[in-house]
C-alpha cells in the first residue's frame, strides 16, 4: 500500500469514526491491515491538516477545513511544555508521547536555519545549520510553538 493509499483510509476513518487518540487509530489502521508507526502516523496528520478538537465534551480528530490559513492553532502549541538550548543545540520537551508530532510540525515548517530534528517520547532535539544561529532560531521556535490561540 502506498502513502497516498494509507492516507486516503486515515482521512475516511477520521471522518467515519470519533477518533480520540493516535493509539485508537492505529488499531482502526491495523483492523484493515495497515501497519503503521506513531511518526509516520503524526507526518501523516500534518500533511492532511488532521487536528484535535472538541466535540461533545471529548477530544477527537478532525481534518481541518481550514488547513494552513492560521485559523486553527496547531495542536502542537498545547503539547510543547518549553523549549532550552545551549550553545550548539536546542531542546523542545513536550508533553509524554507528544514529541514525534511536534518534531514533524517543526520539520514542516521547512525553516532554512534547522538541519533537522530528532524526536523521543517528550523531547524533541532541533539541529541548527549553523551554531551562530542558535539564538535567532530559538526565538523563531519559540514563535512558532508558542503562537497565540
Given at each position: 500500500?502506498?502513502?497516498?493509499?494509507?492516507?486516503?483510509?486515515?482521512?475516511?476513518?477520521?471522518?467515519?469514526?470519533?477518533?480520540?487518540?493516535?493509539?485508537?487509530?492505529?488499531s482502526l489502521l491495523k483492523k484493515r491491515g495497515?501497519?503503521?508507526?506513531?511518526?509516520?502516523l503524526s507526518r501523516d496528520f500534518a500533511l492532511?491538516?488532521?487536528?484535535?478538537?472538541?466535540?461533545?465534551?471529548?477530544?477527537?480528530?478532525?481534518?481541518?477545513?481550514?488547513?494552513?490559513?492560521?485559523?486553527?492553532?496547531?495542536?502542537?502549541?498545547?503539547?510543547?511544555?518549553?523549549?532550552?538550548?545551549?550553545?550548539?543545540?536546542?531542546?523542545?520537551?513536550?508533553?509524554?508521547?507528544?514529541?514525534?508530532?511536534?518534531?514533524?510540525?517543526?520539520?514542516?515548517?521547512?525553516?532554512?536555519?534547522?538541519?533537522?530534528?530528532?524526536?523521543?517520547?517528550?523531547?524533541?532535539?532541533?539541529?541548527?545549520?549553523?551554531?551562530?544561529?542558535?539564538?535567532?532560531?530559538?526565538?523563531?521556535?519559540?514563535?512558532?510553538?508558542?503562537?497565540?490561540?
Open positions: 500500500m502506498n502513502k497516498n493509499q494509507r492516507q486516503f483510509i486515515i482521512k475516511e476513518i477520521i471522518q467515519d469514526h470519533d477518533v480520540a487518540n493516535q493509539e485508537e487509530l492505529v495497515i501497519i503503521v508507526t506513531q511518526a509516520t492532511l491538516g488532521i487536528v484535535r478538537i472538541h466535540s461533545n465534551g471529548k477530544q477527537k480528530y478532525s481534518l481541518s477545513a481550514q488547513k494552513d490559513d492560521g485559523a486553527i492553532t496547531p495542536l502542537v502549541t498545547h503539547e510543547v511544555v518549553g523549549v532550552e538550548s545551549n550553545e550548539s543545540l536546542i531542546v523542545v520537551r513536550t508533553l509524554p508521547g507528544r514529541a514525534g508530532g511536534v518534531a514533524s510540525y517543526i520539520d514542516s515548517v521547512r525553516n532554512r536555519l534547522i538541519l533537522g530534528t530528532i524526536a523521543g517520547d517528550d523531547t524533541v532535539l532541533v539541529t541548527p545549520v549553523s551554531t551562530k544561529k542558535i539564538s535567532p532560531l530559538v526565538k523563531q521556535i519559540k514563535e512558532l510553538l508558542f503562537e497565540k490561540s
